[in-house]
């Protein structure tokens, strides 16, 4: 937390204004810091008093405007970014701070050829027409020349007010209101092109649109790198990847995935069509040239030369609650027999989420190249939650840990984490507190709790029947 809110910037870099979206709340900041390094500009938060659970502003310090275009650019975590002019706890105060605000700042976007309109805007609260246009009026002190566009303006300049999410303590007045000039607005309006609902193919696990973006931006991909999804199921991770300019590949142990073969997910069709797979679901949107291929492939035996092939490994792992975790193999061997190599389908066997996490570990060990980023996410039982449980490996730094909540005791983590030395023979990854060792750990610890939720829901039922029935009798 420290690192995240410096009070000391750098001197001479413009102040800026990121506005949150109020969702997924930990994974904002190390979103809009992997992007910088993926976009290759400096940031920093200048923001000692941050709160992510209660205020979706904080203020950034960064190099150049054109540096700040590109990393709202890529953000789906972020509504808008603003140069950030003034800040104040009341109207007054604000005002004195945007009158001293320094001339040879404002002055470029205030000639007579230069349009302009103010948008304002609230979080915690919904603000009247009325309203809006007093804090408007009230800003008639700024020495704008140009005429105003409320359609297409040259320059937008907002006004926020943050009023806090408490909705059953909303105040009166704004905690705080900021003044900026728009300089662009984050990716949000993707997620609903890329929506999963309106692909070619999908699965049941497939992952949404908004969180496969979220993880192609926390593996900082680049235009032209190699992106490798080692349990590539329908390709959501693939297509979110592709979309910033990586190629793309994966593996799976599902033939009938990697092929587009079975039962279609279309309500009208039965069997899957020709343009039901994965290199149609990047095609659909003008990304099949992103597209290097797709094997049938174990995780547990890997089929890779043992030398750095990938610039970022971006997976979502089986862990058993809606699709099993398998290997080749038998239960009393973890290899594949002779006689299997014959056939088409060989023999498959549970893959424990210890096994499958450690196995995944060294693989993006020895894959990685230097600076390569593996992202993935670690299902977890949250009352039992450490930080011990997390896997580790001695040429993997951990970047960000960030949790969705599923449920009040089920979970899953974002994990992101950094290749930071080469690979040695020796190196092997380790979990030092392991709650999954059993197959299907936290599919197990998932059903337990949906049969204990049911048994405390049937008294209930059982006694509004029998009121239910009394009142029958009665009448």
Do not use: M
């Given at each position: 937390q420290d690192k995240m809110a410096a009070p000391m910037c750098s001197a001479g870099w413009r102040r800026y204004l990121l506005w949150f979206a109020h969702e997924h709340l930990e994974f904002r900041i190390p979103e809009i810091r992997s992007i910088a390094l993926a976009v290759g500009?400096?940031?920093?938060?200048?923001?000692?008093?941050?709160?992510?659970?209660?205020h979706p502003f904080i203020e950034l310090r960064i190099p150049t405007e054109d540096d700040a275009r590109k990393i709202i650019g890529r953000s789906f975590l972020s509504r808008c970014l603003l140069e950030l002019?003034?800040?104040?706890?009341?109207?007054?105060?604000?005002?004195?701070?945007?009158?001293?605000?320094?001339?040879?700042?404002?002055t470029p976007y205030m000639h007579q050829d230069t349009s302009f309109r103010y948008h304002v805007a609230a979080f915690g609260k919904t603000i009247t027409m009325r309203r809006k246009k007093d804090i408007i009026d009230a800003l008639d002190f700024l020495p704008f020349q140009g005429r105003v566009n409320l359609k297409n303006a040259d320059?937008?300049?907002?006004?926020?007010?943050?009023?806090?999410?408490?909705?059953?303590?909303?105040?009166?007045?704004?905690?705080?209101?900021?003044?900026?000039?728009?300089?662009?607005?984050g990716q949000r309006k993707l997620i609903d092109k890329y929506a999963v609902r309106k692909r070619h193919f999908i699965g049941e696990t497939s992952m949404d649109a908004g969180l496969s973006f979220v993880m192609a931006n926390m593996a900082a991909t680049t235009p032209n790198s190699v992106v490798f999804d080692p349990f590539v199921g329908t390709g959501s991770l693939l297509v979110s990847s592709a979309h910033f300019g990586s190629y793309v590949m994966g593996t799976d142990i599902d033939s009938h995935i990697i092929h587009g073969w079975g039962r279609s997910t279309r309500h009208n069709k039965k069997w899957r069509g020709e343009d039901e797979n994965i290199r149609a679901n990047l095609r659909q949107y003008g990304l099949e040239h992103l597209y290097l291929?797709?094997?049938?492939?174990?995780?547990?035996h890997s089929v890779w030369r043992p030398c750095p092939l990938f610039d970022a490994?971006?997976?979502?792992?089986p862990y058993g609650i809606r699709e099993a975790s398998q290997r080749l193999g038998t239960k009393d061997n973890n290899f594949v027999r002779d006689d299997d190599c014959d056939v088409y389908g060989p023999a498959k066997t549970a893959y424990t989420l210890?096994?499958?996490?450690?196995?995944?570990?060294?693989?993006?060990?020895?894959?990685?190249?230097?600076?390569?980023?593996?992202?993935?996410?670690?299902?977890?039982?949250?009352?039992?939650?450490?930080?011990?449980?997390?896997?580790?490996?001695?040429?993997?730094?951990?970047v960000a840990n960030c949790e969705q909540v599923l449920s009040t005791d089920i979970g899953r983590r974002l994990i992101t984490m950094e290749k930071s030395k080469?690979?040695?023979?020796?190196?092997?990854?380790?979990?030092?507190?392991?709650?999954?060792?059993?197959?299907?750990?936290i599919r197990d610890k998932y059903l337990l709790l949906a049969k204990e939720k049911k048994h405390k829901q049937r008294p209930k039922e059982d006694t509004h029947i029998k009121e239910m029935s009394t009142k029958q009798e009665d009448s």
């Open positions: 500009s400096q940031l920093e938060i200048c923001d000692p008093d941050y709160d992510i659970k209660s002019w003034g800040t104040g706890q009341t109207a007054e105060e604000l005002h004195q701070v945007l009158r001293d605000y320094p001339t040879e700042l404002s320059q937008t300049f907002y006004v926020l007010e943050d009023y806090g999410d408490d909705p059953q303590k909303t105040p009166d007045e704004p905690y705080r209101t900021f003044f900026g000039r728009w300089i662009g607005d291929d797709v094997l049938i492939s174990d995780a547990a490994i971006v997976t979502d792992p210890s096994d499958l996490l450690t196995d995944l570990l060294n693989f993006a060990a020895q894959h990685l190249a230097i600076h390569g980023r593996l992202v993935y996410w670690l299902p977890v039982y949250r009352p039992e939650y450490t930080a011990n449980i997390i896997p580790r490996h001695p040429c993997l730094r951990l080469e690979y040695q023979e020796l190196d092997s990854a380790e979990i030092v507190v392991n709650p999954y060792r059993e197959h299907n750990a």
